[in-house]
């Protein structure tokens, strides 16, 4: 606690848990999308989180890639739909709205209990300046 | 002047440290959760840990004191990408830290304001 270390291993969490949620966001917006080919289609995008040190001690955390699901994107048998292939398929997004949900969850307590843990810190740094007073 | 107070300031923020490295780290696959051995700690940031006397020739010195500080926390459960993070575990272990931090810090307050007025005299 002699220097401010905790906010930049609270706040390297709160901007990775961050990324979390901004994938889940536009996993979610995209559920619906079709495309005409498997490959064009969407796919579920997921952060994949590593430790990274905190100069002078500790351990924050970074994003070290966002993978897409390997899942196969669903095929739908719409022959009306403008995106239809030459044999009428079009290709949904490989998105589980379930699964999205219950990330964003876990995401947003992860979240929480870093700014709980800035607070505390805070808390403690400002009584530290107030010995003696 | 103030004993062992500073060094277990140093010490109870260093454990505020891991305990928010593990908090951090609750989503990191193989993350594993580390905790600071507080009285090799303080020992080893020159605070006094507390040793049994040895007043006789037969006594056995008290127990030794490693250079390791941090030890890694045996999980109660294990999880499929090898994190042993328990963020509830953690978080209690914060607040206690937190506690213990400010316990310290009044100690600090009351020793400095017993300083302050023996030198105003008021």
Redo the contacts between chains.
Sequence with gaps: MSSFRIFNIAGSALSAQNVRLNTVASNLANADTVASTPDAAYRARQPVFSTQAVPGGGVGVAVAKVTQSAEQPQRQYQPGHPLADAEGYVYAANVNVVEQMANMISASQSYRSNLELMNTAKDLMLRTLNVGR | MFGSLPAA??V???R???L??N???????G?KAREIDFRAALTAAGGQAIRPATTQPGHLPGASVGPARLVWRVPLQPSADGNTVD?QIE?AK??DA?MR??AT?RF??GR??SL?SAITGD
């Design positions: 300031l140093r109870h923020g260093q505020l440290e891991t928010a490295s908090i951090a780290n609750a989503d990191t696959p993350f963020t978080q914060f607040a937190a931090y400010e810090l600090m307050d400095m304001r302050i």
